[in-house]
């Protein structure tokens, strides 16, 4: 029997001209966006995973020898660039290029990037340049495609959180997969060899996207084309939204963006203070049954994940091949070579008898623990338990606070002012988890209500915005890491994570204290 929501999903989907395929019981073009966001996030994050320890690590190891300071400073300039540029994307596709055309420019920019810091080894101005083009691109792609998940649903639907919740798997398979092949290439191969790979999945994903555009109907259409498209009535009746309504609503898509800030803040120390403390304070060098154990354990989270995007990969083909055989094609491709570069990761680790855990291999545990959990999360907002935006938010940032402070209990033993120690990585194991709850209780929300609350002819600005505001925590954020060995040496390390928890602490109090306003002024939009 077909629920009523399914009924406002199909029909959504007829009067958009989008392919009524259905995946686990979504659009199939959902699935068409995971896997180009999945590519774009593999090569964003395996960079990104690889930039802070490369310019700190000596010149005899290929390095740049910058100190930590510096290093924070620039990745705080780096990604926070990255998230301000969308605001410029967001309005360039809703007045000029319509979002598909923006994801195919942003794509290509950031493989042009990649390739050009492939070449850092001949000349730092390759470094250099490869940023500028990774921050342009992802300006024209990021804010684009998230627009185009959330225009795949009507707003009522309760798919829709699930959608993103999906989509916010892709993302977070990319990244695992990036930080960890990448991040591995990289430090125990070259590293140019690492900005490089990071390239070559950005090429497939463009590729894979390009030649899917049919399915999604009439969205994202060049901007000419889609003033003519007619719309359904649906879509039409936002234009009598009461302006105290679209007012009051922007201003908790507002709120929610300030919060945002606080949570990311803390959440974007992984590859600053967080990557800083794994090289120079956690016990990486292991031996005897802990090497063994670690082995097994990186075998298994190498293989694991890939085999589950496999899946997915798999139940669109058998829904999509017909119509976009290309599109799987070369989606197939790059599972390929990611397959051969998992295995060769695993028979290289296992056949060394040394067991060194790369800096970079921490990072991947907030990507694993979202790909593990993101469906049960899923199931819990559409089926258990599914409290108001607010709440949903505060707990986010309440678990980024509780990830620090066990981050702050466990570097009670590093004396004030030490270079280096040997903490257990329990520590950062735990941190990464608690993070994630949070981040699962937060980001994909975020994307979520943007789109519910925003008006659609404002909506590519708005994520534009929604951006910016991680633009921001990611300035802020860098720049108080920065200061960690001021901080270490004036007070102890474990003090420097207590600050760092209680900032998104003090957000999430705020958020509980005006729920209910908040829920209000929403105006029946859940």
Same mark, same amino acid.
């Given at each position: 029997?077909?629920?009523?929501?399914?009924? &406002?999903?199909?029909?959504?989907?007829?009067?958009?001209?989008?392919?009524?395929?259905?995946?686990?019981?979504?659009?199939?073009?959902?699935?068409?966006?995971?896997?180009?966001?999945?590519?774009?996030?593999?090569?964003?994050?395996?960079?990104?995973?690889?930039?802070?320890?490369? &310019?700190?690590?000596?010149?005899?190891?290929?390095?740049?020898?910058?100190?930590?300071?510096?290093? &924070?400073?620039?990745?705080? $300039?780096?990604?926070?660039?990255?998230?301000?540029?969308?605001?410029?994307?967001?309005?360039?596709?809703?007045? =000029?290029?319509?979002?598909?055309?923006? !994801?195919?420019?942003?794509?290509?920019?950031?493989?042009?990037?990649?390739?050009?810091?492939?070449?850092?080894? @001949?000349?730092?101005?390759?470094?250099?340049?490869?940023?500028?083009?990774?921050?342009?691109?992802?300006?024209?792609?990021?804010?684009?495609?998230?627009?185009?998940?959330?225009?795949?649903?009507?707003?009522?639907?309760?798919?829709?959180?699930?959608?993103?919740?999906?989509?916010?798997?892709?993302?977070?398979?990319?990244? @695992?997969?990036?930080?960890?092949?990448?991040?591995?290439?990289?430090?125990?191969?070259?590293?140019?060899?690492?900005?490089?790979?990071?390239?070559?999945?950005? @090429?497939?994903?463009?590729?894979?996207?390009?030649?899917?555009?049919?399915?999604?109907?009439? $969205?994202?259409?060049?901007?000419? !084309?889609?003033?003519?498209?007619?719309?359904?009535?649906?879509?039409?009746?936002?234009?009598?939204?009461?302006?105290?309504?679209?007012?009051?609503?922007?201003?908790?898509?507002?709120?929610?963006?300030?919060?945002? !800030?606080?949570?990311?803040?803390?959440?974007?120390?992984?590859?600053?203070?967080?990557?800083?403390?794994?090289?120079?304070?956690?016990?990486?060098?292991?031996?005897?049954?802990?090497?063994? =154990?670690?082995?097994?354990?990186?075998?298994?989270?190498?293989?694991?994940?890939?085999?589950?995007?496999?899946?997915?990969?798999?139940?669109?083909?058998?829904? $999509?091949?017909?119509?976009?055989?290309?599109?799987?094609?070369?989606?197939?491709?790059?599972?390929?070579?990611?397959?051969?570069?998992?295995?060769?990761?695993?028979?290289?680790?296992?056949?060394?008898?040394?067991?060194?855990?790369? /800096?970079?291999?921490?990072?991947?545990?907030?990507?694993?623990?979202?790909?593990?959990?993101?469906?049960?999360?899923?199931?819990?907002?559409?089926?258990?338990?599914?409290?108001?935006?607010?709440?949903?938010?505060?707990?986010?940032? !309440?678990?980024?606070?509780?990830?620090? =402070?066990?981050?702050?209990?466990?570097?009670?033993?590093?004396?004030?002012?030490?270079?280096?120690?040997?903490?257990?990585?329990?520590?950062?194991? &735990?941190?990464?988890?608690?993070?994630?709850?949070?981040?699962?209780?937060?980001?994909?929300?975020?994307?979520?209500?943007?789109?519910?609350?925003?008006?659609?002819?404002? /909506?590519?600005?708005?994520?534009?915005?929604?951006?910016?505001?991680?633009?921001?925590?990611?300035?802020?954020? #860098?720049?108080?890491?920065?200061?960690?060995?001021?901080?270490?040496?004036?007070? #102890?390390?474990?003090?420097?994570?207590?600050?760092?928890?209680?900032?998104?602490?003090?957000?999430?109090?705020?958020?509980?204290?005006?729920?209910?306003?908040? /829920?209000?002024?929403?105006?029946?939009?859940?």
């Amino acid at each position: 029997m077909v629920s009523k929501q399914d009924e &406002l999903l199909v029909k959504h989907l007829s009067n958009r001209g989008i392919d009524q395929a259905m995946v686990m019981d979504h659009p199939a073009s959902l699935f068409v966006l995971f896997f180009t966001e999945m590519w774009e996030r593999f090569s964003y994050y395996g960079m990104r995973a690889l930039l802070t320890v490369f &310019l700190v690590s000596e010149l005899v190891n290929g390095g740049w020898a910058w100190t930590n300071e510096e290093a &924070l400073k620039l990745y705080g $300039i780096y990604t926070g660039l990255v998230y301000l540029t969308p605001l410029l994307g967001g309005m360039i596709a809703d007045r =000029f290029t319509g979002y598909r055309k923006a !994801i195919l420019i942003g794509a290509l920019v950031m493989t042009l990037g990649h390739a050009s810091m492939a070449l850092e080894g @001949f000349s730092e101005n390759f470094f250099y340049i490869g940023l500028l083009f990774m921050i342009l691109g992802n300006g024209m792609f990021k804010p684009n495609i998230s627009s185009m998940v959330g225009q795949l649903y009507p707003d009522t639907s309760s798919k829709k959180d699930a959608g993103y919740t999906i989509f916010y798997m892709g993302i977070n398979a990319g990244a @695992f997969l990036g930080m960890l092949l990448c991040g591995y290439i990289g430090e125990k191969i070259g590293w140019h060899y690492g900005f490089g790979l990071a390239g070559v999945f950005m @090429f497939f994903g463009m590729l894979q996207f390009f030649f899917a555009q049919k399915i999604f109907g009439v $969205i994202g259409q060049d901007v000419t !084309i889609a003033k003519k498209s007619e719309l359904s009535a649906e879509e039409n009746s936002e234009v009598e939204t009461a302006p105290h309504i679209v007012r009051d609503r922007l201003i908790v898509v507002g709120v929610l963006m300030v919060a945002s !800030i606080f949570f990311f803040f803390a959440f974007e120390q992984a590859g600053g203070s967080m990557t800083l403390f794994a090289k120079d304070y956690t016990q990486r060098a292991l031996t005897g049954d802990s090497a063994t =154990f670690f082995k097994w354990v990186d075998a298994i989270l190498t293989i694991f994940p890939i085999a589950i995007v496999t899946y997915v990969l798999v139940g669109l083909a058998k829904k $999509i091949y017909a119509k976009y055989p290309l599109t799987i094609i070369f989606t197939a491709i790059s599972f390929v070579i990611i397959w051969g570069l998992g295995i060769w990761k695993v028979n290289r680790e296992f056949s060394l008898e040394t067991t060194e855990v790369t /800096v970079s291999w921490f990072q991947i545990l907030n990507s694993f623990f979202i790909i593990t959990l993101a469906s049960s999360f899923s199931k819990i907002w559409d089926k258990v338990w599914n409290p108001s935006g607010p709440v949903k938010f505060a707990m986010g940032l !309440i678990f980024v606070a509780v990830g620090f =402070f066990a981050l702050s209990y466990g570097s009670l033993s590093i004396p004030d002012g030490a270079k280096t120690a040997s903490v257990s990585m329990i520590w950062l194991i &735990l941190a990464y988890f608690f993070h994630t709850v949070g981040e699962l209780c937060l980001s994909p929300v975020g994307l979520s209500y943007v789109s519910k609350l925003s008006p659609k002819k404002f /909506v590519g600005v708005l994520f534009g915005l929604w951006f910016t505001a991680s633009a921001i925590a990611n300035f802020i954020g #860098s720049w108080t890491g920065a200061y960690i060995d001021k901080i270490s040496e004036m007070y #102890s390390i474990s003090t420097f994570f207590i600050i760092i928890a209680g900032v998104p602490l003090f957000a999430a109090l705020m958020l509980l204290l005006f729920n209910r306003k908040l /829920v209000k002024m929403m105006h029946g939009i859940k």
